[in-house]
């Protein structure tokens, strides 16, 4: 019998992301999409805004807020990670079903007895009466036969095959599995290929799915349906007002919600429609749009191949341009490079030469040039902000700054750089700086139409250049018509944070002005021809993919393909960097280009864009999901004119209804009074847009404590109760900028509110009483949850310490946004108050208070309450990253949040390594029997101690003559022996017995201790 939906039968339920959330997993699934990189679902339509959430998250929380939250926790979570196909039957959808494979990773991570492999598993070519070929297990034994592994008969049943793959996986740690399988969203992808989608790899869920619920869908769009039913009385209306590249609401569109976004940023709006559009049509639509707009490329490749073939028809691929400048000793034209390796795999560089004729330093293409050759060649003209050259054997030395005439004054930094006008497409003859091009990539004519073309590096000759004037002027002919069209920019740089450097660096005072003739021209034809097509909307958010390849701020890098060398970006780093050395694609360069999303699904949900800001949205919506820009320093107001100047005069419809500017005045950004102000306003006008028991899901790059106080008065002044929050930890790599190669971290909190009812009054006294009782029940609830679900089997935490810290943050959160007046202050108007920098008031003062309450309940394992309260915050530190290295744990994301947490002077001084993903405590071998006892509200107590002892044991020290020293070491010794003893214990058992470098000496020392006679 099918089960009956009811309209609002869970109106006033709590949403399950309000209780329990697997944050971890959630963590771990959101970091494998983004290093996915390119097959990313929506990165092919602009890899250009960097600022995208993973679609797996923004599903968690859309989910995590439909999904009731029952008196039946365990099964709200096994139905929440079915849906997301995160627990261990899903994981047998996703790492497939050949039994080879959980041969391999079963012997990866000793998952498996031989008297399992023996069960499972035959080779195929082998004689039952020989021994195993898999025995004894191991990765190598499994490598050898791999090929010929099957499932034994005795499951040759598909139920049972699953069953048994399901035990496997479920002795993976989760990070392996997750490194090992499809993602979820490739699945959804294959199913909706088939015929009858509710057949696929969900098809297992809903049996139990709906028996939880009360529900009867078979795909996830019924289920989101019925769930807005029985919340709201519709199909879930969901909305972003900071749609920016538009992973939110496409999610929410391909999940089955009707879908509402608005940015005020054109360029924002482009991709969010394009996502809808694109990424929501049918595959054969995509693909069928993709032949088009490789169509569209290859007549640009028409249209510029006069301008780019030579006489033997080979079609240049890449244009290498330089600056130059005029030395003032001896008056050479000096080319600026910082690099004059162009190629390592084919060998090419370049080899200064000067010609006296013309007063210029020449660069000579050579290619085959061996390592020492390339490795003299790496060092350019140019170091920082000087230029070097040698010229008959004399060394010469300028700087930049000096030749640019740069100076201070009042108003600021100034220089003596021409300011270009708005017709100048190239330098003047007598600028300071002025561009050459020294280097061309050449495709063969007969690889032309091959898969790989065969290319090789040249100099320019004289034929190139008089091509390159033909270049310059056709453009400068064509400007003004172009101009008229609305094909090429005529809009001016307006100064800003990153823009002013455009006209300081270089003179540029029109957006044309950063791109080369040969862009202006191959933009305008792809332009026109963009504009010409029947399919022109659903085309344009190629410009700005074109546009991002095609400027004057391409580097060249010699990494790229293999080592062969290739362009990179405008935008590969957010920022608008001036370049003394530039690439210029040949229009047979751009094929690459041609792309869009990585897969599609036909969604037939509404959606709808606005480009408003989210103080003027004007959707009702159920549910808000934000990721506003907070504290961020990428100003994409500045950033996307470099689009918008192209595309704003008569764009294709519905693009010719927005509004094409950036609004810089009504950007969000940054922080301090303007921001909040803005952002109550925002959050303000989503609450009065939602329903009494609508709910908001906000994201936020989470990097200082003071995040919370901030908050708090965001959302108290918009009429707002925190009732939850998670974090997703990310972290860069170690190729991020920080300080010694350290790791730029930063992790994702994901708070959830609801409309504040009433009006709440209360005391400060009162008030820090509530949130002592609320932070520790919050805590004790998940912790007990963790120990319920262990007993039922489950592997590792579904909290981990990051989530039980926010858990801390949210619970003060809840108690004080619940509030309307404290000490008789309308919270409301003092949320927007302006501040004094540095200032600490009542609300910091509770998180403080918080934070402190969350971590006198979070005792590791293994240590007692009554020595943990003891413990000074930089010990507590010590011994929660010692248990949380135990765990494998290494990233710095960790150690600075707790170190924030524990209220630590400064934790590096405890730091052995300081990477990003393989952070770790100093031991005691790094820190020996001399050093550590100068660091604060350590260095005097007993783990130092206890470091100390371990490490002298290991220098085999007489143990006599240590127990002698600690007694020394140690004030009150006798009274402070157990404690000892159980630091010992604690290190010993979390680095292991036997570990020679600390672990089986800290074992030995607790004995010691405890064995010791009293007098």
Not at 198 to 223: D, F, I, Q
Not at 520 to 543: G, T
Not at 830 to 844: H, W
Request: charged share 25%; glycine share 8%; with cysteine.
């Amino acid at each position: 019998m099918t089960a009956e939906i009811t309209p609002h039968s869970l109106k006033d339920a709590p949403s399950l992301i309000e209780r329990l959330w697997p944050a971890q997993k959630i963590s771990k699934e959101s970091e494998a999409e983004r290093k996915s990189v390119s097959s990313q679902t929506l990165t092919g339509l602009g890899s250009y805004w960097k600022g995208r959430k993973p679609l797996i998250l923004n599903r968690a929380c859309i989910l995590g807020a439909l999904l009731p939250a029952t008196d039946d926790p365990e099964t709200d979570l096994e139905v929440f990670e079915s849906l997301m196909l995160i627990d261990d039957r899903g994981f047998v959808e996703r790492f497939g079903m050949r039994a080879a494979d959980y041969a391999a990773i079963g012997a990866e991570h000793s998952a498996l007895t031989e008297r399992e492999v023996t069960d499972l598993f035959v080779v195929n070519g082998t004689d039952d009466a020989e021994d195993h070929a898999l025995l004894p297990f191991s990765e190598e034994a499994v490598s050898a036969v791999k090929s010929r592994i099957r499932w034994s008969p005795a499951y040759s049943d598909g139920a049972k095959v699953v069953r048994a793959a399901g035990r496997i996986l479920s002795r993976i740690p989760y990070n392996d599995k997750v490194d090992a399988s499809d993602r979820p969203e490739y699945l959804e992808a294959v199913d909706y290929e088939q015929e009858d989608a509710s057949a696929g790899h969900y098809a297992h869920v809903w049996a139990k799915v709906n028996a939880h619920l009360g529900t009867h869908a078979r795909s996830m769009p019924e289920l989101v349906e019925q769930l807005g039913i029985m919340r709201f009385g519709h199909r879930p209306r969901v909305g972003d007002s900071f749609s920016g590249s538009g992973q939110i609401p496409f999610e929410a569109l391909r999940m089955g919600c009707d879908s509402y976004a608005s940015d005020p940023n054109p360029i924002a709006a482009l991709l969010t429609w394009s996502s809808f559009e694109l990424a929501g049509s049918s595959p054969d639509d995509l693909e069928a749009l993709m032949e088009d707009l490789a169509a569209v490329e290859r007549g640009v490749e028409d249209d510029m191949a006069s301008f780019e073939t030579d006489e033997d028809g080979n079609r240049a691929k890449a244009f290498l341009y330089c600056l130059e400048a005029t030395c003032p000793d001896t008056g050479y034209a000096v080319p600026l490079v910082p690099s004059l390796l162009i190629s390592p795999k084919t060998g090419t560089i370049g080899k200064l030469v000067p010609n006296h004729e013309t007063k210029r330093i020449e660069i000579e293409i050579e290619t085959g040039a061996g390592k020492k050759a390339q490795s003299e060649a790496q060092a350019g003209t140019v170091s920082g902000d000087y230029v070097s050259y040698e010229l008959d054997g004399v060394s010469y030395r300028f700087s930049i700054s000096s030749v640019r005439g740069d100076y201070r004054s009042s108003e600021g930094r100034g220089n003596k750089l021409r300011l270009w006008d708005s017709d100048d497409l190239v330098a003047h003859p007598k600028d300071v700086f002025r561009e050459r091009l020294y280097c061309i990539q050449w495709a063969t004519a007969d690889s032309l139409e091959a898969g790989r073309q065969e290319t090789y590096f040249a100099g320019p000759t004289e034929d190139d250049l008089k091509r390159d004037q033909q270049v310059l002027d056709f453009a400068k002919s064509h400007l003004g018509e172009w101009r008229d069209a609305g094909l090429v920019p005529d809009m001016s740089i307006e100064t800003g944070q990153e823009t002013a450097r455009l006209q300081r660096e270089r003179g540029w005072s029109n957006w044309i002005h950063l791109f080369h003739p040969r862009q202006v021209l191959a933009m305008a034809f792809l332009h026109k021809r963009i504009r010409n097509h029947e399919n022109a909307a659903k085309m344009y958010f190629f410009m700005p993919r074109a546009l991002d390849n095609n400027s004057r701020l391409n580097r060249w890098a010699t990494g790229q393909g293999g080592g062969l060398g290739g362009p990179k970006g405008t935008f590969d780093n957010q920022a608008l960097n001036t370049l003394i050395n530039f690439c210029v694609r040949g229009a047979i360069g751009m094929r690459t280009l041609v792309g869009g999303p990585s897969r599609s699904w036909e969604l037939t949900a509404n959606r709808k864009i606005d480009t408003l800001p989210g103080m003027h949205a004007a959707e009702e919506r159920d549910i808000w999901v934000t990721d506003p820009p907070y504290a961020d320093a990428v100003v994409y107001h500045e950033l996307t004119e470099f689009f918008i100047s192209w595309l704003r005069k008569n764009p294709p419809a519905p693009f010719d209804k927005w509004t094409w500017d950036s609004r810089r005045p009504l950007a969000i950004q940054g922080e301090g009074e303007e921001f909040r102000r803005k952002m109550v306003s925002t959050y303000a006008n989503l609450a009065e847009k939602m329903p009494d028991n609508g709910i908001q899901i906000v994201m936020f790059t989470h990097q200082s404590g003071s995040v919370w106080a901030d908050l708090a008065q965001i959302f108290w002044g918009a009429g707002l109760k925190v009732s939850a929050a998670w974090y997703i930890a990310t972290e860069t790599g170690s190729n991020a900028p920080g300080k010694r190669g350290a790791g730029l971290v930063q992790g994702t909190v994901i708070l959830v509110l609801r409309k504040r009812a009433g009006d709440e009054s209360g005391y400060e006294d009162e008030i820090a009483h509530e949130v002592r009782a609320e932070v520790a029940r919050q805590i004790d609830t998940l912790v007990g949850l963790n120990q319920s679900l262990k007993g039922e089997g489950r592997m590792e935490n579904l909290f981990e310490d990051s989530d039980l810290q926010m858990a801390g943050y949210a619970a003060a959160l809840r108690v004080l946004t619940g509030y309307t007046k404290i000490d008789g202050r309308d919270m409301t108007a003092e949320a927007t108050r302006p501040r004094q920098r540095g200032e600490k008031g009542f609300v910091e003062r509770i998180i403080d208070f918080a934070v402190q309450v969350a971590n006198e309940h979070m005792v590791p394992e293994g240590l007692s309450a009554r020595l943990w309260q003891q413990l000074t915050g930089t010990e507590r530190f010590y011994l929660k990253m010692l248990g949380l290295e135990s765990a494998g744990l290494k990233k710095l994301d960790n150690y600075q949040n707790f170190a924030r947490a524990f209220r630590v002077p400064d934790y590096s001084v405890l730091m052995a390594d300081n990477r990003a993903n393989s952070a770790r405590l100093k031991r005691a071998d790094d820190l020996k029997h001399r050093t550590g006892f100068d660091i604060t509200d350590f260095g005097s107590g007993v783990i130092r101690a206890v470091l100390y002892g371990a490490y002298q044991l290991s220098k085999e020290v007489d143990p006599d003559v240590v127990i002698e020293q600690l007694h020394e070491m140690v004030e009150n010794y006798f009274r402070r022996r157990d404690e000892l003893i159980e630091v010992a214990e604690y290190l010993a058992a979390q680095r292991g017995r036997n570990d020679d470098k600390e672990g089986r000496h800290a074992a030995t020392l607790a004995q010691l201790i405890r064995n010791e006679r009293i007098a």
